[in-house]
């Protein structure tokens, strides 16, 4: 199968040729868990909003120290568990498009592998009620500290890892001039792997300690760095899939798109040498994984900057084509990256421009894959979304909320709102009070947009196989 018939079956809205029951009935398992763990960050969200509404806990009896696990389990499901579960349904999609109709070998390791994921949920959220736990608010995976809660991390970092060596066990050869997704996902792979190396790394020089914040942290510093690498991976994979099917195959140069692909492998792979370059968990060992992200910028800008020049060539000809869902989700996240990217650059200082620095690149991404599950996954196993228009207002919901959104939390940080610090607790300048006013509206307007893509994705895998998408 070519790239150039994939995207045209996807845009036309047609289910591609699985003929694998079973594997089909893969991907809606994967769809179903990202969507799930949205949903579950989601209920969270809530719970945490209503747990500091002055008085409630003489309504409800919160468990010890609720809102603090509370906003654990928000983070780990909206930033780690849906981003995996996705990169899991994107391997799983490749993989199939790669054997192109012939036998899965290991095809068993996909099944097994969405098992794992399923058993590791409710392990990753009963913790959260147990008075016996405690939050670790750790950077990249925080955690609440509880054996449960560590066995659900261990059984979900293999039920992602399966669908990965499953993917490798069916490379053929040339595989790295196919489906631009099949390179892309391999790529994602080995990421994937090293980040659990990097932690397995981390853990074997620690083992022994007791679980505290600094035990997590250093735990999980080295390979979340990684997994940010895996995150931009997908969303770049994400824009140029999606540019391909607004714009035609060769709208994109693939070159270059596999160029960028393999920088980031390549600038991820000395990744575990820094546990034996430096003093572990030392100063300088943590500034090296911290720079180790800056050189995402040049792959990531060879497949936005070529993007724009497509845009600009068809713009000079024709009117640019607002009313496809994937335009829209390529477009915004550009711009939201691009934002997010800039405000990156312009930090000093602890306050809210740093939170407005990683909601806009995280918006991004979620962009990106939402365009992604959309166009591509839903259309895959022909449960495509009932309405392409009601599906761009729900990106515009989102993206532009989270841009509002962004840019408020910048602006209030410039007249010195701090981070983390609610609000009544600290006397606020005027311009930081309109920046956090932006805020609260952006925010607003982004969950409506991603409660009604949760609807709509979930509406769409509960209904029966039909062949096309409904302006």
Same mark, same amino acid.
């Given at each position: ?372 599950? $959309? ?51 600290? $006397? ?44």
């Amino acid at each position: 199968m070519t790239a150039a018939t994939s995207t045209e079956r996807v845009e036309q809205g047609h289910a591609m040729p699985i003929r694998q029951a079973m594997a089909s009935s893969e991907l809606r398992a994967w769809a179903t868990l990202a969507i799930a763990s949205l949903a579950i960050a989601g209920v969270f969200a809530l719970m945490l909003a209503v747990s500091r509404i002055p008085g409630v806990e003489t309504i409800i009896s919160w468990p010890i120290d609720f809102f603090a696990k509370g906003l654990v389990i928000h983070v780990v499901f909206s930033l780690v568990v849906w981003l995996l579960t996705v990169f899991a349904m994107l391997v799983s999609l490749a993989t199939i498009e790669h054997v192109d109709g012939d036998a899965i070998r290991f095809a068993v390791l996909g099944r097994i592998g969405a098992r794992c994921v399923v058993c590791a949920f409710p392990l990753l959220f009963i913790p959260a009620f147990l008075d016996g736990s405690e939050a670790s608010l750790n950077n990249y995976i925080p955690v609440i500290v509880h054996p449960y809660y560590y066995i659900g991390l261990l059984l979900f970092a293999l039920g992602i890892v399966l669908p990965v060596i499953r993917m490798f066990l069916n490379l053929r050869s040339g595989w790295m001039r196919s489906e631009p997704l099949t390179l892309a996902m391999t790529a994602g792979g080995v990421l994937y792997v090293i980040a659990l190396f990097c932690i397995a790394l981390a853990l074997s020089q620690i083992w022994g300690a007791a679980p505290t914040r600094a035990f997590n942290s250093d735990l999980f510093w080295g390979g979340g760095h990684i997994l940010q690498f895996l995150n931009c991976l997908m969303m770049v994979t994400g824009w140029f899939i999606l540019f391909q099917s607004c714009f035609g195959k060769n709208a994109l140069d693939a070159d270059l798109f596999r160029l960028a692909i393999i920088l980031m492998v390549l600038f991820a792979l000395p990744a575990p040498l820094i546990y034996l370059a430096f003093d572990p968990y030392s100063m300088v060992q943590q500034e090296a994984f911290r720079r180790l992200l800056f050189v995402l910028g040049f792959p990531t800008l060879l497949v936005a900057l070529s993007g724009v020049s497509a845009v600009l060539k068809t713009r000079a000809s024709k009117p640019l084509p607002w009313k496809k869902p994937a335009f829209v989700a390529v477009a915004l996240s550009v711009i939201v990256f691009t934002a997010g990217g800039v405000m990156g650059l312009m930090i000093s200082g602890s306050d809210t421009r740093i939170p407005a620095h990683y909601h806009g690149v995280i918006a991004a991404v979620n962009l990106a894959l939402m365009g992604l599950i $959309v166009c591509r996954c839903l259309p895959a196993i022909a449960r495509p979304v009932k309405s392409a228009t009601a599906f761009r207002r729900q990106l515009l919901l989102f993206g532009v909320g989270q841009f509002v959104a962004c840019i408020g939390l910048f602006l209030a940080g410039g007249y010195g709102a701090p981070r983390k610090v609610p609000s009544g607790d600290v $006397v606020l300048f005027d311009g930081a009070v309109v920046g956090l006013y932006m805020n609260g509206i952006g925010a607003f307007f982004a969950v409506i947009g991603g409660v009604l893509f949760i609807v709509a994705v979930a509406r769409a895998l509960n209904s029966s196989a039909t062949p096309t998408i409904s302006g």
